[in-house]
Every structure is written in structure tokens, then in C-alpha cells.
């Protein structure tokens, strides 16, 4: 079985820095690091001088604003970590900026709910419904949706299928809780804690909302994507929603599927997929791929390009 913690087998370069960073977790100096990388491209000099999240103990909390939204976050949580220091996520923001006031939008894996509260920003007066399955990391979505009175954000603890059924959540990395998967492996039991969850199709857990159209989709569930488009086929061909996906061969191979096959059963649907941070057409060949996608449904009667 592969490894997930991206920081077990460090360099000595990487060793070296790291002394530096740690200098930089000091309040005052964080505090202007903070401010120096917002919106600093994720590979970028001022990126790299960001201290990792595994040198922050577990517990270190911050309170921040993020796009308006109170927020409360573990520096040593990869999801976090990541927001507090407010690196660019082009394609994030190029999804975003497609939903209207009244949209109704679905966030599927919404981990503590930060991007989920963006959408709802954004649909002032629409309807976000963002379900996430790991207790915990509910427990802090709901939480945030409370803390800045999102009414109209509606956490649901339940995973998203192809079939109602239960599977064992793994937290593969302890410090990054939006690494969590569901594992066909049996020797993921003797290495990973997990959790029971329960596991719905999108349009039974929609209509357990009042929910009966939706105009854009979220996904980011490590590999179940497959899984998740399957069990959403109905909403899809129903309302056409915009996707945002995250597109990872080797978690979808985990899951006995590829990127190449995600894509080509989207495009089956009578959907465009493009690469999310610039919009350019995807490569033929997406082994070993890592990026997010960006499909929207063509017109109906429209040829594919």
C-alpha cells in the first residue's frame, strides 16, 4: 500500500529550510508572513518560506477572516494551514466566480466548510448543501455555518455514492484530514484509524433536503469520484449543473478507475472538461495526473469540440 504523508522521507535541503521556517512561526513574524503570501502562487519564493504544517504541534488555532467569513483553524491541519496563508487557487476562483446570487450549489467532501462558505457568499440568496461525512471534520463545518449565520448553508454528515450502503473512512494523514478516503484494501485496518459512515446517491440525499435542482457541484473525495458521479447521473442529466473537480489518477486507480475514464464518462454526458487553473484543454495522456476540472454541459443539440 503507498504512502500519503508527502513528509516522511525529507532532503536535507528541505531539513535546512525548515530550520529557517520554524524561526518564522513566532506570533509577530507569522502574523507578517500571513500577510506576505496572500495570493502567492502555491510553488512560489514567498510560498516556501511558509513553516509546514508538521512543525506546528497539534492545536496551534487561529482566528482569521477569510473572503468576510470568521474562521477557526489548526495550523497543523493541512486544509487549515493552507487557507490561513491564503495561497492563489485560480481554478477555485475561477468556479466561484461562475455562481450567481440565486444559484443552488452542492459541495460534496466540504471537509470544515471553507470553501463551501464561499459559495454561500456568493449565493446570497440561493442554497448551499455541503455534506461531509467525517465526524469531526463536520462537527467544525457545521460550527462555521453557525458562526457566520449561514442559514442558507445546510451541512448534512453523509458520504455521496453510487448505492445507499456504509464504508470505513481512513485518515491516512493525520495532519491533513482532506486526505480522509475510503480504502478497498484490507491492510489499511492495521494502519489507518477510520469511521463508519453512511453513504447515499445524490438524488436521495437531495430530496431528503427539498432540494429538486441544483446549478453547480463541488467534488473532492480522493478517489470516489467515480463513485460519485455514478450515483449523481440523475441530477446531471436533470440540471446540467457546472462542475468542479479534483482529478487525481492515482486516487482514482485506488478506486479501480482513472482520470482518463472520469473524463471520458463526462464528456459521454454531453459535458466541456478543462484544466480549472487556465481554462486549456486537458493532455491525452493524464496518468499520474493531480489538477483540478472545471466541467460546464454544452448546449443541448451542440457537437462536442
Known amino acids: 500500500m503507498r504512502s500519503y504523508a508527502y513528509y ?11 530550520k529557517v521556517r520554524r524561526l518564522l512561526q513566532w506570533g509577530p513574524l507569522e502574523r ?3 500577510r506576505f503570501t496572500q495570493g ?11 513553516p509546514p504544517e508538521y512543525l506546528y504541534r497539534a492545536g496551534s488555532w487561529r482566528e482569521a477572516r477569510l473572503n468576510g467569513m470568521l474562521c477557526r483553524l489548526d495550523l497543523s491541519d ?12 485560480h481554478g477555485a476562483d475561477r468556479f466561484l466566480r461562475s455562481i450567481a446570487p440565486t444559484d443552488i450549489v452542492v459541495d460534496i467532501g466540504a471537509n470544515i466548510g471553507l470553501r463551501a462558505m464561499a459559495f454561500a457568499k456568493a449565493a446570497r440568496n440561493g442554497r448551499v448543501i455541503a455534506f461531509e461525512p467525517h465526524p469531526v471534520s463536520f ?3 457545521k460550527a462555521h ?3 457566520n449565520q449561514l442559514h442558507h448553508l445546510v451541512p448534512v454528515r453523509l458520504g455521496i455514492g453510487n448505492a445507499r450502503s456504509s464504508a470505513r473512512l481512513y ?8 486526505m480522509n478516503r475510503i480504502i478497498s484494501d484490507p491492510e489499511a485496518d492495521s494502519r489507518f484509524p477510520s469511521q463508519e459512515i453512511e453513504i447515499d446517491t445524490l438524488d436521495r440525499a437531495l430530496a431528503a433536503q427539498g432540494v429538486m435542482h ?5 467534488i473532492d473525495v480522493e478517489g470516489y469520484e467515480m463513485e460519485v458521479l455514478r450515483g449523481s447521473e440523475a441530477v446531471l442529466l436533470r440540471d446540467r449543473p457546472a462542475l468542479f473537480i479534483e482529478l487525481d489518477d492515482d486516487n482514482l486507480r485506488e478506486q479501480g478507475a482513472s482520470a482518463r475514464e472520469l473524463v471520458e464518462w463526462l464528456s459521454g454526458r454531453g459535458y466541456r472538461v478543462h484544466a480549472a487553473e487556465d481554462e486549456a484543454p486537458l493532455r491525452s495522456d493524464l496518468t499520474g495526473c493531480h489538477l483540478d476540472i472545471i466541467a460546464e454541459r454544452l448546449p443541448q443539440g451542440s457537437a462536442m469540440p
Request: hydrophobic fraction near 45%; charged fraction near 20%.
Open 40 to 50: 502567492a502562487q502555491p510553488l512560489s519564493l514567498r510560498a516556501r518560506l511558509i
Open 32 to 34: 507578517l508572513l500571513r
Open 214 to 218: 441544483v446549478t453547480h457541484i463541488k
Open 8 to 18: 516522511e522521507h525529507l532532503s536535507l535541503k528541505t531539513r535546512a529550510l525548515n
Open 145 to 147: 455555518a453557525e458562526a
Open 78 to 89: 493541512t486544509v487549515g494551514h493552507s487557507a490561513y496563508f491564503g495561497l492563489a487557487d
Open 171 to 178: 485518515e491516512v494523514v493525520g495532519t491533513n484530514p482532506g
Open 139 to 141: 462537527a467544525r463545518l
